[in-house]
């Protein structure tokens, strides 16, 4: 069989609606860029939105499987030299990207690293969307309908991009304003175009001026109204909450387990990494390995799964604002091992490796191998927020980890005597650290290893083993653990972190050593996040530069003031003070008229489907009655009132005075189906000027009248304008 395009529709007409379908799926295909950029998503999408618009017109007059094989062809061609570029299996990369490409996006931060399986989501969708719009063009005349693959598309991409794509109402604008120039190419000619030599879908015609008209309207309707309607402010729907991260399977190694081997005298001078470090501001460095904020009442892990990210890393959201520095650190990795990559809290981008990031910790795991040997940049934004700051925040209540697991009554009770004093919950923090502090509990790298419930209860003397009880000796693996615990019993947000203390450079590089892993405790605060407190007394791995030391020394003047003030028997409690103001940025005024836009596209659509209903509704009430009258004469003046509504639309003009057949001299001038209504004039002339009688034959042969005209000057006419007169309001209030 062969399928070809319709002879009746011109050549240019054809290429004009190939090149708008196939453009409108080039720009749902850009619809990703906030998930990988323009640059990275330029080649795939523009190479997906011109093959396959190609394919289909060059055959277009061969049969549907002689296209459909080569737009196959163009599609692998494409992936191969657009997505793929030499990477080897191709069918198997296909397959795979295929099946689990979508979920990969769905799993990665934005933006995304430009990898093959990624990209193929959108080259694939661009693909298909332009290969299966242009073959519903050439092969089925259809225009408005053809686009609905790359509208599906659009609306895909704004799913996936987690709606980030700020110009939402420009896409939106873009979409109508393609849908609306597929509706004016058409290419059969009305009667008025006929006599004026024009084509309905030039640039002069009165169908696209009205119709460019209709799209500015609209839009300036949209920006007005948009910002007013309910929910114009609503959260945008994102897929990722219902696509659930890989879990990695390492995750289950726990760092704390190495501690105290990397402290040990046969590693402690063995080089871990070289870090080599850029800072805008004065800043005790240390090199955050993992943070664990889960417990089950034997280890220390982290609760969440990790996400693919990009060079870009999520920042951590609902913080006001506070002093912060900025590190850029080059880290080579020498004798650490296993799948961590160490960095200054916290890091927020980060290139030369690709890696997973546990979005709620902030840890970084590299996706593939060991870090041995590694080589990366990244770059860190650490707060440091002052005390002042921190002695008025509060700590929410709510947080998930006060719950896990249920803490023994022991250390809840010595939680609750050691925290009494304060009133904060950094004052309660601090008095933890403080306890820990006081020469009760002692340093000792041969202390036990462990940090479950049974070793911490030991550790802090409330084993029921008499030989055990007294036992208050730890290393940073106990001490960070042990405060974590205790926190959470007094209702401290907590967890526990493993890294290194950065020590003093040597010439140009920070060389960090085993001696220098540790571990500290970190206690979360409202608007101002997570907040280190150094566990290990006396911890001599710090070996602070001077200016770090001067750092460390007004760090601890301003607690021992705070703890003096606490333990004043005379102190006065000053009143709970509200977390600080989150920054508010307004908006800008691009997204004002944007809001704006869409507001009143939507407001325009809403009162537009209520006038069409209105009409329709209406004219088949008024249709109805006169057919439906009890009195044979009422129902031929009916249907003859009816022809008058009809007439009316189609832009016949009504005078007082008229006679019938002036009326119908009038129609004739307009359509040409007024034959049907010759007998229903003389009917209606002889009812009002000579016998009124009647029967219900005669008005059976009326309305059969009525409906052939309507039919036959419905004939012939394209979609739009037959639709135009159904929603003509003049057949409401025609009188004649």
Not at 101 to 123: K, Q, S, Y
Not at 486 to 491: E, L, Q, Y
Request: aromatic share 6%; proline share 7%; net charge neutral.
């Amino acid at each position: 069989m062969n399928d070809e395009s319709s002879p009746e529709v011109p050549t240019a007409v054809l290429a004009v609606r190939v090149t708008l379908v196939a453009a409108l799926a080039g720009w749902a295909g850009a619809m990703f860029f906030p998930v990988f950029g323009w640059q990275e998503l330029a080649r795939p999408v523009i190479g997906a939105m011109v093959v396959p618009a190609a394919i289909t017109w060059v055959a277009r007059k061969r049969p549907v499987a002689v296209a459909l094989a080569a737009a196959l062809v163009g599609f692998l061609a494409g992936a191969a030299v657009l997505v793929f570029q030499g990477v080897g299996g191709l069918g198997h990369e296909i397959v795979d990207s295929t099946v689990n490409g979508w979920a990969r996006i769905l799993t990665t931060t934005i933006p995304a690293d430009p990898d093959a399986d990624l990209l193929f989501v959108p080259f694939a969708l661009t693909f298909v969307a332009a290969a299966l719009g242009a073959e519903l063009v050439v092969r089925r005349g259809l225009r408005v309908a053809a686009a609905l693959p790359a509208v599906l598309v659009v609306v895909v991409a704004e799913m996936f991009s987690a709606g980030l794509n700020g110009d939402r109402m420009v896409s939106a604008l873009v979409v109508l304003a393609v849908l609306g120039s597929l509706a004016l190419t058409d290419h059969g000619a009305s009667a008025e175009s006929d006599d004026a030599g024009t084509s309905p879908w030039s640039l002069t015609s009165s169908p696209f001026v009205r119709g460019i008209g209709a799209l500015v309207v609209v839009a300036a309707v949209a920006g007005i109204v948009g910002p007013h309607l309910p929910g114009h402010d609503r959260e945008p729907f994102d897929p990722r909450r219902y696509q659930d991260p890989p879990n990695d399977p390492r995750q289950s190694v726990n760092p704390l387990a190495e501690l105290g081997g990397w402290r040990s005298k046969a590693q402690a001078d063995s080089v871990l990494f070289r870090a080599t470090v850029d800072r805008d501001g004065p800043l005790v460095l240390r090199f955050r390995l993992v943070a664990l904020d889960h417990f089950d009442g034997r280890t220390w892990s982290e609760g969440e799964g990790y996400r693919t990210v990009g060079v870009v890393l999520p920042s951590a959201t609902g913080l006001a604002s506070a002093p912060t520095v900025r590190v850029d650190q080059q880290i080579t990795v020498e004798g650490l091992s296993g799948i961590w990559l160490p960095a200054a809290d916290r890091p927020d981008r980060l290139t030369g490796a690709t890696v997973l990031q546990n979005r709620a910790t902030g840890t970084l795991v590299r996706r593939a191998g060991d870090v041995t040997d590694l080589t990366y940049r990244v770059r860190s934004e650490v707060r440091d927020p002052a005390v002042d700051a921190l002695r008025g925040a509060a700590a929410p209540l709510d947080d998930p980890a006060l719950g896990q697991p249920k803490i023994p009554a022991e250390v809840t009770k010595l939680a609750v005597a050691w925290t009494q004093a304060g009133v904060s919950p950094y004052e309660k923090a601090l008095l933890i650290k403080e306890h820990l502090g006081n020469g009760d509990f002692k340093v000792a790298k041969d202390a036990l290893p462990g940090h479950d419930t049974s070793r911490l209860l030991d550790f802090l003397g409330l084993s029921k083993h008499p030989a055990a009880a007294g036992d208050k000796r730890g290393d940073a693996e106990q001490f960070a653990t042990a405060f974590g615990l205790v926190a959470r019993a007094a209702g401290l947000p907590s967890r526990v972190v493993v890294g290194f203390n950065a020590g003093r450079p040597e010439g140009d590089d920070y060389v960090v050593r085993g001696a220098q892993a540790t571990a500290w405790a970190e206690v979360y605060f409202d608007g101002l996040g997570w907040y280190p407190f150094d566990t290990l007394p006396g911890d001599a791995a710090k070996q602070l530069t001077p200016e770090e030391q001067k750092l460390e020394d007004q760090k601890l003047k301003e607690e021992k003031a705070l703890s003096g003030a606490i333990h004043d028997p005379k102190r006065v409690v000053p009143p709970p003070q509200p977390p600080p103001p989150r920054p508010v940025e307004p908006p800008s005024l691009v997204s004002q008229v944007l809001r704006w836009t869409v507001g009143v596209v939507g407001f325009a659509v809403l009162a537009f489907a209520l006038f069409a209903g209105s009409v329709i509704a209406l004219r088949a009430f008024r249709r109805r009655r006169r057919r439906n009258a009890s009195a044979a004469g009422d129902r031929v003046i009916g249907a003859w009132r009816d022809v008058i509504d009809e007439l009316a639309v189609r832009g016949v003009r009504m005078r007082r005075h008229m006679t019938v057949h002036d009326l119908l001299d009038e129609a004739g001038d307009v359509t040409p189906a007024v034959e049907p209504l010759v007998g229903l004039g003389s009917e209606v002339n002889r009812l009002r000027f000579g016998d009124p009688v009647c029967s219900d034959g005669d008005a059976e042969r009326a309305w059969r009248a009525a409906d052939a005209f309507r039919s036959a000057a419905a004939q012939a006419q394209p979609r739009l304008r037959r639709l135009r007169w159904r929603l003509d309001p003049r057949a409401l209030v025609a009188r004649y």
